[in-house]
T-cell receptor, first 117, second 117 residues
Framework: AQRVTQPEKLLSVFKGAPVELKCNYS??????LFWYVQYSRQRLQLLLR??SRESIKGFTADLNKGETSFHLKKPFAQEEDSAMYYC???????????????????FGKGTKLSVIP | GAVVSQHPSRVICKSGTSVKIECRSL??????MFWYRQFPKQSLMLMAT?????????EQGVEKDKFLINHASLTLSTLTVTSAHPEDSSFYIC?????????????FGQGTRLTVV
């Protein structure tokens, strides 16, 4: 079974302060992890994925297999960062002796980030 | 990036009537689509996985006779809320993703706000 835990429902920080959105996962295999973001009145969209190792809008996330974590970080929060953030894990679900199966995307419950001006 | 279009974006219906929500992948073939429900200020809840040409797979606790899903083509999946009641009022979101690729991004529709009066 795969599970994603985001312990904080709401996180409020002041503009310019560092941000860390926590995400822990449970998965027996080698996970693919993502962060999705939902800005007000917009659709959910991909923010970044661990395989890319890139910084998007100043955000980075490092996969720590030892701690089974994929925390999202940004050194200086901006007002436009206020949004709902979802951590997601892509893991193999089902399968057959031939190896065929499908990758299920499991979302955490989300953290609402509020950046105070 | 790929585009998923959902229609209508907003619908109000009378209690006891049925409402159909469409989800289309505009520039790619989606063999698998997902339907989510999002309550106010809460996380996404996966309702069902819609597979082209076969029956949908429903999550535990989701009534398949209440939420009818049809995925007749590679670009269209529909969710019909039958005999709607006020407690069905919610934000419904569809998503498309390639399930054979662990690294695949999920693309989301803009959502449908259903209000049952």
């Amino acid at each position: 079974a795969q599970r994603v835990t985001q312990p904080e429902k709401l996180l409020s920080v002041f503009k310019g302060a560092p941000v860390e959105l926590k995400c822990n996962y449970s998965y027996s295999g080698s996970p693919e992890l993502f962060w999705y973001v939902q800005y007000s009145r917009q659709r959910l969209q991909l923010l970044l994925r661990h395989i890319s190792r890139e910084s998007i809008k100043g955000f980075t996330a490092d996969l720590n297999k030892g701690e089974t974590s994929f925390h999202l970080k940004k050194p200086f929060a901006q007002e436009e960062d206020s949004a709902m953030y979802y951590c997601a894990l892509s893991g193999l679900s089902g399968g057959s002796p031939s190896g065929a199966g499908s990758y299920q995307l499991t979302f955490g419950k989300g953290t609402k980030l509020s950046v105070i001006p | 990036g790929a585009v998923v279009s959902q229609h209508p974006s907003r619908v109000i219906c009378k209690s006891g009537t049925s409402v159909k929500i469409e989800c289309r992948s505009l520039d790619f073939q989606a063999t698998t689509m997902f339907w989510y429900r999002q309550f106010p200020k809460q996380s996404l809840m996966l309702m069902a996985t819609s597979n082209e040409g076969s029956k949908a797979t429903y999550e535990q606790g989701v009534e398949k006779d209440k939420f009818l899903i049809n995925h007749a083509s590679l670009t269209l999946s529909t969710l019909t809320v039958t005999s709607a009641h006020p407690e069905d009022s919610s934000f419904y979101i569809c998503s498309a993703r390639e399930v054979r690729n662990a690294k695949a991004e999920a693309f989301f529709g803009q959502g449908t706000r259903l209000t049952v009066v």
